[in-house]
């Protein structure tokens, strides 16, 4: 079984433009969650989508924005880049009702 | 405020000793931890979990830890291995939310000494 893939699996943008990163679940998992990495931070909590529908959203800006197809797999965007928003981005997808969550290698962000 | 604390950056262990990596968390609302161990340039991987109505889970060499009253778990690696060398990442969740948001600790760096 194929694991979460993630693309591009790294990018480079400049402030003020605006990306969108994909992410391919497990076949089967209906449950997909974005995270963001950074060296200060750690891994926070982005947003969590389920039948295409965002069930949760973590603390960050309207700027991130997120959504889920009916075949599960999602987007992520982020307008109006920032330095900061440079980080490696990581989905994760799990079955319905199961707390494990499985990553994918995730997207190295960098905003020059 | 964190609510999942690894309060060691790192820890430096001889190959077939074993290695404890310890975990913290505030919110008393949490219901299910993991493990993920995380090597660079990867994404985190799923190691053990273990429901709040348990107080220990093992699988192989490893085995987690949950007191529940201390709010502390810990992740015993035995023996360890030079593979075992990585980032391990504590999480937990609150089912009860009705989310499956994880919330992570910082990790704590493990290095096993051949």
């Known amino acids: 079984k194929a694991g979460v893939t993630q693309t591009p699996r790294y990018l480079i943008k400049t402030r003020g433009q605006q990306v969108t990163l994909s992410c391919s679940p497990i076949?089967?998992?209906?449950?997909v969650s974005w995270y963001q990495q950074t060296p200060g931070q750690g891994l926070q909590f982005l947003f969590e989508?389920?039948?295409?529908?965002?069930?949760n959203k973590g603390n960050f800006p309207g700027r991130f924005s997120g959504r889920q197809f009916s075949n599960s797999r999602s987007e992520m965007n982020v307008s109006t880049l920032e330095l900061g928003d440079s980080a490696l981005y990581l989905c994760?997808?799990?079955?319905?009702?199961?707390?494990?969550?499985?990553f994918g290698a995730g997207t190295r962000l960098s905003v020059l | 405020d964190q609510q999942v604390k690894q309060n060691s950056p790192s820890l430096s262990v001889q190959e077939g000793r074993i290695s404890i990596l310890n975990c913290d968390y505030t919110?008393?609302?949490?219901?299910?931890f993991l493990w993920y161990k995380k090597y660079p340039a990867e994404g985190p991987t799923f190691l053990i979990s273990?429901?709040?109505?348990?107080d220990k889970n093992e699988d192989g060499r490893f085995t987690v830890f949950l007191n529940k009253s201390a709010k502390h778990l810990s992740l015993h690696i035995v023996p360890s291995q030079p593979g075992d060398s990585a980032v391990y990442f504590c999480?937990?969740?609150?089912?009860?939310?009705?989310?499956?948001?994880?919330?992570f600790g910082k990790g704590t760096k493990l290095s096993v000494i051949p």
């Open positions: 994760a997808s799990s079955l319905e009702f199961s707390n494990i969550q499985y």
């Open positions: 076949s089967g998992h209906r449950s």
């Open positions: 989508y389920f039948s295409e529908t965002q069930r």
């Open positions: 919110n008393s609302m949490f219901d299910y």
């Open positions: 273990i429901s709040s109505i348990k």
């Open positions: 999480a937990a969740s609150n089912s009860g939310a009705g989310s499956y948001q994880l919330t």
